[in-house]
């Protein structure tokens, strides 16, 4: 069942983050790890900003979470994690699928560069890579990240972005 993530589920959504995260430890640059990945204060200020998490559960259990954050001329897609124990069962397919409901605007995703296995989830799909200069305005509009961590991002994009005329 996806469901809405409510207050109540903050130290399960917490541990899902920081548990799957660890594998970006050794793989995404030194100075843009942190333990935990994910602070309680963190995920608070990003669900205070717009960003509206849905998580899969099951058995009473949630499993995944992702995020959506509304932006008017965009929607993010923002903090896509499984628990490790979870994985590869299609529950962040089943996230990702429900995701954009309802929205009309283009879908934009955000993750590490050197996390190649996220990229391929995404272009697996529908999305695919921006160009690297669309990268950098994209980030640097819509995303609340250090210089560093726009370096070594990249951006992917759902098919409403890449059929639009002009882009926001």
Known sequence: MIRPVNKSDIQRVLEIINEAAQVYKGVIPEDCWQEPYMPEEELREEMAAGVRFWGYERNGRLLGVMGRQDLGEVT??????????AQRLG???SLLAHLPEGVTQPLLVGTWAAAWWAVRFYEKHGFRLVSPEEK???L???????PRQIETSVVLADGRWFSRGTRP
């Open 76 to 85: 993010l897609i923002r903090h896509a994690y499984v628990h490790p124990e």
């Open 140 to 146: 640097r509009t819509y995303w609340t990240i250090s």
């Open 136 to 138: 950098d305005r994209l």
């Open 91 to 93: 529950i962040g397919a």
